[in-house]
């Protein structure tokens, strides 16, 4: 039994998911996943303690990756489809247990993203809760590595959003689209407010930490830029996936990039870069100002764009774990789809379990390097994939297809890895652990077990 057999390419496949997402619904999609914890968290803490007002090189390099990483999903997205994502890409292109590998990177980015996610939701709803007059027990707002007892908040979003899953994908969308024109209307309020008390001294000096410092920050808030990918997980509900999942990932990507530069260049211009060290650098911000207002507006604004945040993750999770089910890498349970709703009901319940523990019970730090590592290294295969598959099957169409042959794909794989070896050491050995379990789920269930295998 071959590690590196491949899946034969079925782009029109037949599914009992149901077929209801336009391009709109999928850019709006990739929009409320991108714009989120990166923005409303993750900015501020990473300019104060690793890239200073040189944060906006740091978003711009991000960006680059993920661009180079966005190609290559949608011209595989665009050839393949299908509800795994990489996962499905690479077992087409580089063989089962590449794919595995990369399905496993995907479940621990979802997963824990989503949990990252729910402990920034919970800090902004808490900040909403003062401001309405409510003080919430500083023991339920916290993970005992922070000194509480558990991070309720998170844990009881997280278990609504399961509901919300489970009820159905368009409703889930329509639900996300909503949110995400509020949460623009939040940020272009901030840029309009903040515009105007600017303080050009704020950007002195505009590389404190060096140009290592620049790219520490990068690979930090490369969490900014994960959810484009969720995208492509929806390509069995799309209509016309071919068409439509390129303009998702690679719209939302150019939407949230423009904003992210600029919502980086005023917010480390109307205050000192070190005092963004909070959970809550934008509200701080305009509360340093002495703009009420623009603190709850702010304060709304991300609570419900944080939402739709851990909405897409979510999602996505839960149809990686049904693409790899469905190859029998994985128990047949998580493959039932139910029959009312067209929803994998027991996936969703059973993740939505493990993601509230982890957000009720984990600190936040130490959940977006993990998150950052993992999805990097998908990135980074995925790019590898395009090369492959150009290669060994010349003649599948591909109604999105990248210019200048496999020098994109390339460059994909050179930042990706460059910004691996950005984190820290002890997120790669937390890292290594996660793969070893992996690799011994494969070999101990996932070997023999494939569809592949027993078709052999």
């Known amino acids: 039994m071959s590690l590196f057999r491949t899946k034969h390419i079925v782009p029109t496949a037949d599914t009992e998911l149901k077929r209801c997402l336009s391009a709109t619904d999928l850019l709006l999609l990739g929009i409320g996943c991108i714009i989120g914890t990166g923005i409303f968290v993750l900015t501020g803490i990473t300019a104060a303690t690793t890239s200073g007002p040189a944060i906006i090189l ?179 509900e799309a209509r016309n996936p071919q068409r439509d999942i390129p303009i998702g990932i690679l719209g939302s990507l150019a939407v949230c990039t423009v904003l992210y530069i600029i919502v980086s260049a005023l917010l480390t211009g ?76 027991r996936i969703i319940m059973i993740s939505g379990v493990g993601i509230a523990l982890t957000a009720g019970f984990t600190p936040i730090n130490e959940l977006a390097e993990l998150v950052n590592i993992g999805t990097l290294g998908a990135f980074a295969l995925v790019c590898a994939g395009v090369i492959v598959l150009r290669k060994r099957l010349p003649n599948l169409p591909r109604p999105f297809k990248i210019p200048f042959g496999p020098v994109i794909p390339a460059l994909g794989i050179i930042f990706c890895v460059y910004l691996m070896l950005s984190l820290p050491l002890v997120t790669w050995l937390r890292f290594g652990s996660w793969l070893l379990v992996g690799i011994a789920i494969y070999f101990l269930y996932s070997r023999s077990h494939s569809h592949l295998a027993r078709a052999s």
């Open 270 to 345: 109307i205050v000192p870069y070190a005092s963004l060290n909070t959970a809550s650098p934008m509200a701080d911000a305009l509360r340093a100002h002495g703009i009420g207002w623009g603190l709850k507006l702010v304060t709304a604004g991300a609570i419900a764009g944080l939402t739709t945040v851990m909405l897409v993750l979510y999602f996505g999770l839960t149809r990686v774990f049904l693409a790899m089910s469905r190859d029998g890498l994985l128990p047949p349970v998580f493959s039932a789809v139910n029959t009312r709703t067209q929803t994998p009901v």
């Open 58 to 236: 740091s978003f711009v390099v991000s960006g680059l990756a993920c661009a180079f990483a966005a190609l290559s999903y949608s011209e595989l997205a665009s050839s393949y489809g299908g509800c795994g994502s990489a996962y499905g890409y690479a077992y087409a292109s580089l063989g089962e247990f590449i794919a595995w590998i990369i399905g496993w990177d995907l479940v621990l980015e979802y997963a824990l993203a989503t949990a990252t996610v729910a402990v920034g939701w919970s800090r902004y709803f808490g900040r909403g809760m003062e401001i309405v007059g409510i003080n919430l027990p500083e023991t339920l707002m916290k993970a005992p590595a922070d000194g509480g007892l558990v991070n309720l908040p998170a844990v009881l979003i997280v278990l609504v959003l399961s509901v919300l899953l489970a009820v159905g994908v368009k409703e889930s969308a329509r639900f996300n689209s909503g949110i995400v024109f509020l949460k623009l209307f939040t940020l272009l309020v901030f840029i309009v407010v903040a515009a105007g008390k600017v303080d050009t001294a704020n950007w002195t000096p505009f590389m404190p930490f060096g140009w290592n410092g620049v790219m520490a920050g990068a690979a930090v808030i490369f969490f900014a830029y994960i959810g484009f990918d969720a995208v492509s997980t929806a390509a069995e």
